[in-house]
């Protein structure tokens, strides 16, 4: 007995192509020197980050929109987002001329909910609430119920997924080359439902990786238990994917079109924001650096094959970047943070200085006592040029007979300090 296929029709898709005609511009597909180069294969980027919300939601929120009758758009939309999905949906609600509320978490970056004002104008009211889209969303559809708006979902809705998947029909269009292997972002699953739809129709061959947050990896977590599974709690820093439960229906569509599934530590990410921004001038929120960074998860299958990845979102935040920075050098291993307990005596702050190699930096120092500071341990961080360095920092602080205790590893000590 075949199962019914809950993957997104070419029709849907089509329709959604013509829908989007003349309000969303096809973006670059285009190699990328540099990562071919490092990873011995031919990398293509499909460029999201450069829409005009400076992220593919705006596909799916349109497309959702231009379905809606005249009647569904006079009573007004509502939605939940992080960020970027209410961008999209405050650009269609200007362009349409209907009224919108868009429920985002308290922990949205400043620059998205700014944008979703700047894109809705008089047209948008922002609410803020909670602490995860998944509060958001709840309030939103409280909402939605209580006044008659039509909800807006950002990914659990085949209309939603339709316009997302019209990516890949650009992507298609845009390279001969046959395309090996797709690296897609997940958060609630639209994007590569959407995508995945559309390549296993006409480049079954492509293999499709599922790329998730470590912190938040709902679509993992899901299918290792065979089921949707709501994750307890989770990492809000990769905002834009940072769900604690999977679609519905996307998580049926995934089962039928995924490969693979990888996750990233957020660590990882902040190295891959970093490294685009200064390599390659490309500046990523953390959504649509996560597919660069399991490449290197995948070096040794990709040599020599075509590969896509879609650069998902650029809405970053500039007032992130020393977190971002300082979660990238703890992940690379050249920031560490010590406890240090120094002896009651004249010169002991500059014999510990002495074990400092030349490239080692002190970026910070704190007494961890408010009274008597000087009688009481300080919080050493040290930074590292090279990771190599760790250890022989460690057999000089041995050797000197510093009281010192490593918290890195130490994740009560770590959050309670730094």
């Known amino acids: 007995m075949m199962t019914k ?3 997104i029709s070419l029709e849907q898709i089509m329709k959604a192509q013509q829908n989007l005609k003349g309000t969303v511009a096809p973006t670059p597909y285009m190699n990328n020197y540099n990562l071919s180069k490092k990873y011995d294969c031919n990398i293509m980027l499909k460029r999201e980050d450069m829409q005009v919300v400076r992220s593919f939601k705006i596909r799916g929120a349109y497309n959702k929109m231009c379905s809606l009758t005249a009647n569904d758009l006079s009573r007004g939309i509502v939605c939940a987002s992080a960020g970027n999905h209410a961008q999209g949906v405050a650009f269609a609600c200007k362009k349409l ?24 104008q008089d047209m948008v009211k922002v609410i803020l609430i909670g602490d995860t889209y998944d509060d958001a969303s709840e309030a939103a559809y409280i909402d939605a119920t209580k006044n008659r708006k039509v909800m807006i979902h950002p990914f659990d809705d085949p209309e939603v997924i339709a316009g997302q998947a019209t990516i890949a029909v650009e992507m298609l269009e845009q390279s001969a080359d046959p395309l090996d292997y797709l ?60 769900v604690r439960q999977i679609g519905r229906l996307t998580y049926e569509i995934c089962k039928e079109v995924v490969d693979d599934y990888v996750t990233i530590p957020e660590g990882h990410i902040c190295s891959t924001l970093l490294q685009l921004y200064n390599d390659e001038a490309i500046v990523v929120e953390p959504a649509g650096a996560i597919s660069v960074s399991a490449l290197d998860q995948y070096k040794d299958q990709i040599k020599g094959k075509n590969v896509g990845i879609i650069i998902c979102g650029g809405n970053n935040d500039i007032t992130r970047t020393e977190e971002i920075k300082e979660r990238a050098l703890l992940y690379e291993g050249k920031k560490h943070y010590f406890i240090v307990r120094f002896p009651q005596r004249a010169g002991a702050l500059r014999d510990f200085l002495s074990v400092l190699g030349p490239n080692d930096d002190i970026a910070h120092f704190q007494y961890t006592k408010k009274n008597s500071r000087q009688s009481g341990p300080a919080l050493v961080g040290i930074e590292l040029k090279n990771v190599v360095d760790y250890e022989p920092l460690i057999h000089r602080m041995d050797k000197e007979g510093i009281d010192y205790q490593p918290i890195n590893n130490n994740r009560m000590l770590f959050e309670m300090l730094v």
């Not at 001329?97 to 809705?120: A, C, D, E, L």
């Not at 997940?186 to 470590?214: F, N, W």
């Open 5 to 7: 296929s809950h993957m």
């Open 97 to 120: 001329g209907t009224h919108g509320t868009i429920y985002m978490p308290s922990t949205t970056p400043n620059q998205k909910i700014k944008k979703v004002k700047q894109f809705g």
């Open 183 to 242: 690296f897609v972002a997940v958060g609630g699953g639209g994007l590569i439902s959407g995508v995945g739809s559309y390549m296993k129709t006409l480049s079954p061959q492509t293999k499709i990786i599922a790329v998730e947050a470590a912190g938040a990896a709902a679509l993992k977590a899901s299918v290792d238990a065979n089921e949707r599974v709501t994750l307890d709690s989770i990492d809000s820093f990769a905002d834009g994917i940072a």
